[in-house]
Every structure is written in C-alpha cells, then in structure tokens.
C-alpha cells in the first residue's frame, strides 16, 4: 500500500522516455547546464559500470580514464538534466556492475565489442561455416 | 499567498486573534520517503504524508472551554473495536450524564455524527471557518509553503550515551577495557561528592513526541490527499503525524529591508 503510494508520488519525476543503454556500453551522456543565464549541454563520455536503485531514484554510473586518471560520475537516470544518453559502443559484459574496471590499467579496459548487428551483415558469419 | 491571509485576518478580527492569525493544521500518517526533481531538475528528498480527509470533531472556545482549539480525528476505526467513550466522542449517545445536564439545561456541544477515529488530536489555537462535522483535507494547504509536522520518533528501547546523546565514548586503544562505548566520568571529587541532577546517561531513548519545524511544502497530491514535505519527518513510516502552518517568521528575501528597519527602531 505505502509502495503504491510512493510509486504514484514518483510517476511525476519519472521520463516518458528513458534512455536505453546497457551495462558496458561506452556512451555519450549529454547534461544540460546552466550558466548565468545560457544553458548549454555538456558530453561526459566512458564505459556505463552500474545501475542502481529504481523508480525515481535510480542513478547510472560512467568510468572514464581522464589524463591517466580514472573518473566516474554518477547520474540520476530520470534527471531533467540528463538531455540524451548516446550509445557509441556496446560491450559484452557477463556481470550487472563492472567494479573489475577500477583495478585495470591500459588496454586491460577496453571490452569486447557486441557483434549481433554486425554478426548478421559482415561477412565474417559466412566465413564461419567454412572453417 | 499565506503572508496575505495573515495580514487579512488581522484586520478583520482584532484584539487577541489578530496576534494569533489562524493557522491551518490536518492529521495524516506518514507514507516514505522518497525523491522528485523539481523545476530545476534538482533533486528534492522529500516526505510523503497521506493527510485527511480529516472530521472536525469538536470546535473549542474560550468561553465554554476557557481556550481555542479544534478536534481533529482521522481514519475510521471500525464500531467493533471502538469503546463507548470513542464512540461518544463522534456522535451523540444517549447516558444518563448527558440526560441530567440536558434537564440541567446545560448545551451539550453538537457532536460530527461520524464513524469513530483512530487518530484523534487537538490542535490549539483559532481556527476561523472550522465547523463541528467537516471534512477537512489537503486543500487546506493550497498556497502554503511551510509547515511544521509533529510526530513519535522511532523507540530505541535503552540507548547508550553514544547513540542517546551523542557523547564520543573512549579510545579504541590505549589501555581502554571494555568501555570503548562508555561515558568518562560522571562528577567530581569529595566535594560535591554527588552527581549532579540531570546528567546525562545511558537510558531509554526515543519514542518521543518531536517536532520538524519550517519544513517546505513541495506538493499537494488532492486526488491521493497526499502532502509532499521536504526532508525527513519524525517516526516509522505509518506512524501518524500532525502537520500545521508553520508559526515560524517568515524570511522574505526581497523584502528583507523590512526587519531591518524594525530592528533600528527598537534600537532608537
């Protein structure tokens, strides 16, 4: 019962339409910020390593290296200020948060690339069956 | 909006309700807490109080009952489970006590004709246009923008001064036995010889009634009778709560040459 109430207080803040991405994918995360009186869009770029909590207070967390430095910014998923969420990259990931991602160094980061798209129009499938 | 009401009121009643304007206040029971994003798209932590609809039960008034208040009751309790004196309260039960001050002529208060409350509270003070038998419900907070909300803090049961008054306790090394939790000392030497009355130990803690005052009313929900209130809300969710119009002065930024003046006046 209190659920359902919460849940009905929290439809108001909740997007229409929520960004669709998933854990490993590299994207591009535009946030809307106010300057004096411009508002311009700010692009955070890097690995999405986690999802966390529901309704609306459910936040994502992007990594990225900055100068040899990792960087990670958490971000409320409904947030008005959350312009657009770009996936640039899918990467396979077996697991819900990739906290593995904060002990590597390098090229140890990167993760495979997702091939289902590709998988079906490349011609690497047709070279499958022959080998 | 509610410093217009106040100064409105003021005019049209002076003398001793003119220094007390007439507040507003409903019972309702405290939901969860959760977060909304607001105008800004900032985060706003917020309350949520599932408040009234709410039956006037008895209006009190200075002349019959020597102050002002309202009766409030909230959330029907089923006839079963509520006693005589419950069910007195809310509707008219014929007692030989009520027959003998009839005879007396005495005038019994009307009464709300109602089911019989769960949650029943006075809240002092005038209450213009507050009738015996209406319903009150969140639409009384139209315009208001902070309250004050009353309710039971969570029992801790018996608390250590750690938690209960938030001594720092002892070392974690150093020759410290078993006491890292513990209070230092508590008095002085042969002179007092004593310990003073009021110091502060380890004992029961919370389940208390407590006050979070100046809290900023973010929503009204009328279709649910919710009230959305910024920041944390004393009790477990469930528990019932009072919430009221703030009493406290409001900060104004743009008139704030206002008090200013005030302040120099007093001065001279």
Redesign the interface.
């Known amino acids: 019962m209190?659920?359902q109430?919460?849940a009905?207080?929290?439809a108001?803040?909740l997007k229409s339409d929520v960004p669709q991405f998933a854990i490993g994918d590299t994207v591009d995360v535009h946030t809307?910020i106010?300057e004096g009186e411009k508002e311009r869009v700010q692009i955070f770029n890097g690995v999405v390593i986690a999802r966390a909590g529901s309704?609306?207070?459910e936040t994502f967390t992007v990594r990225r290296i900055v100068a040899g430095e990792g960087v990670e910014r958490k971000f409320?998923l409904?947030?008005?200020?959350i312009a657009k969420v770009e996936v640039k990259r899918s990467g396979v990931s077996r697991r819900a948060k990739l906290y593995y991602l904060r002990d590597r160094v390098g090229k140890a980061v990167r993760l495979r690339e997702k091939r289902d798209e590709q998988a079906a129009a490349a011609p690497r499938k047709s070279r499958t069956p022959d080998a | 909006m509610s410093a217009e009401n106040t100064t409105q009121s003021d005019v049209a009643t002076p003398g001793r309700t003119a220094a007390r304007p007439g507040r507003k206040g409903i019972l309702g029971r405290k939901v969860g807490s959760t977060q909304v994003f607001d105008a800004g798209g900032a985060v706003v932590p917020v309350t949520v109080i599932q408040a009234g609809p709410c039956r006037v039960l008895l209006v009190r008034t200075a002349d019959r009952d020597g102050y002002a208040a309202v009766q409030l009751g909230f959330r029907d309790k089923p006839r079963r489970l509520a006693s005589r004196a419950l069910r007195g309260q809310v509707a008219k039960l014929d007692s030989k006590r009520a027959r003998r001050l009839t005879q007396g002529g005495v005038a019994l208060p009307a009464k709300a004709d109602c089911e019989p409350q769960r949650f029943v509270r006075e809240l002092r003070g005038e209450y213009p246009g507050v009738e015996v038998g209406q319903v009150l419900s969140v639409d009384l907070f139209e315009g208001v923008e902070r309250v004050d909300v009353t309710g039971t803090t969570k029992g801790r049961g018996t608390a250590g001064v750690m938690k209960r008054h938030g001594f720092k306790g002892q070392r974690a090394t150093h020759g410290v036995k078993k006491v890292h939790r513990h209070q230092g000392g508590t008095s002085m030497n042969t002179s007092p010889a004593r310990v003073f009355k009021g110091k502060r130990m380890a004992g029961r803690y919370g389940n208390e009634r407590s006050t979070m005052r100046n809290l900023k009313l973010v929503g009204i929900d009328r279709e649910n009778n919710l009230l959305l209130v910024r920041g944390a809300v004393p009790g477990p969710n469930g528990s019932y709560v009072v919430v009221r119009q703030t009493n406290m002065i409001k900060r104004v930024v743009a008139a704030g040459a206002a008090p200013v003046s005030k302040k120099k006046a007093g001065a001279k």
């Not at chain 1, 409904?78 to 200020?81: G, N, R, T, V």
């Open positions: 209190s659920q109430i919460l009905k207080v929290e108001s803040s809307r106010l309704g609306s207070r409320p409904h947030s008005p200020k």
